[in-house]
T-cell receptor
Framework: GAGVSQSPSNKVTEKGKDVELRCDPI?????LYWYRQSLGQGLEFLIY????????KSGLPSDRFSAERTGGSVSTLTIQRTQQEDSAVYLC????????????FGPGTRLTVT | AQSVTQLGSHVSVSEGALVLLRCNYS??????LFWYVQYPNQGLQLLLK??????LVKGINGFEAEFKKSETSFHLTKPSAHMSDAAEYFC??????????????FGKGTKLSVIP
């Protein structure tokens, strides 16, 4: 079956611009996670959705970062006024339910801020 | 709070040799433990997981790991390395303590090179 998909695969943007990153989880998976992978910080948790609600936003690094999920499916991560330190690979993962142990990852979006 | 330490950012082994990648964790509650593999320019693929029960866990591609509570370790092994095992490996822990989230906390990763 189809796995987690993310778009775009690569995004180059100028400092100060806004970007939107999209995640399409595995059909039927109610839990969705965003992570960021960067050279300096490794893999970091950003935000967790259960259905359309986000009970855990503790990993969002600043108020420039926001995310939403609609219809219990697709999620969008938005970064406003991008900075060079936002350059990273943004990974999305989904799992069947909140307490499901296995998270399935998408291929990621590589964001470069120039 | 939970954390993961992977010893060795880079490990090299000869083809056919034993692979041993080390992982130690800390968690305030019984943890769930995972190993993921990442090939260049790809996402993370689950190799194996420990949740409850048998402490020796077998995964895909001939890998296995043993949960040792007394040592807070979850080392990954494979008896005989293959060229296709060259990748980056991440150990991760989840304890469900993040506002009900089962977010993963990852180690820094270990890049495995296999020498022909």
């Amino acid at each position: 079956g189809a796995g987690v998909s993310q778009s775009p695969s690569n995004k180059v943007t100028e400092k100060g611009k806004d970007v939107e990153l999209r995640c399409d989880p595995i059909s039927g998976h109610t839990a969705l996670y965003w992570y960021r992978q960067s050279l300096g910080q490794g893999l970091e948790f950003l935000i967790y959705f259960q259905g359309n609600s986000a009970p855990d936003k503790s990993g969002l690094p600043s108020d420039r970062f926001s995310a939403e999920r609609t219809g219990g499916s697709v999620s969008t991560l938005t970064i406003q006024r991008t900075q060079q330190e936002d350059s990273a690979v943004y990974l999305c993962a989904s799992s069947l339910r909140q307490s499901s142990y296995e998270q399935y990852f998408g291929p990621g979006t590589r964001l470069t801020v120039t | 709070a939970q954390s993961v330490t992977q010893l060795g950012s880079h490990v090299s082994v000869s083809e056919g040799a034993l692979v041993l990648l080390r992982c130690n964790y800390s968690s305030s509650v019984p943890p769930y433990l995972f190993w993921y593999v990442q090939y260049p320019n790809q996402g993370l693929q689950l190799l194996l997981k420990y949740t409850t029960g048998a402490t020796l866990v077998k995964g895909i591609n001939g890998f296995e790991a043993e949960f040792k509570k007394s040592e807070t370790s979850f080392h990954l092994t494979k008896p005989s390395a293959h060229m296709s095992d060259a990748a980056e490996y991440f150990c991760a822990v989840s304890d469900g303590s993040g506002a009900g989230s089962y977010q993963l906390t990852f180690g820094k990763g270990t890049k495995l090179s296999v020498i022909p």
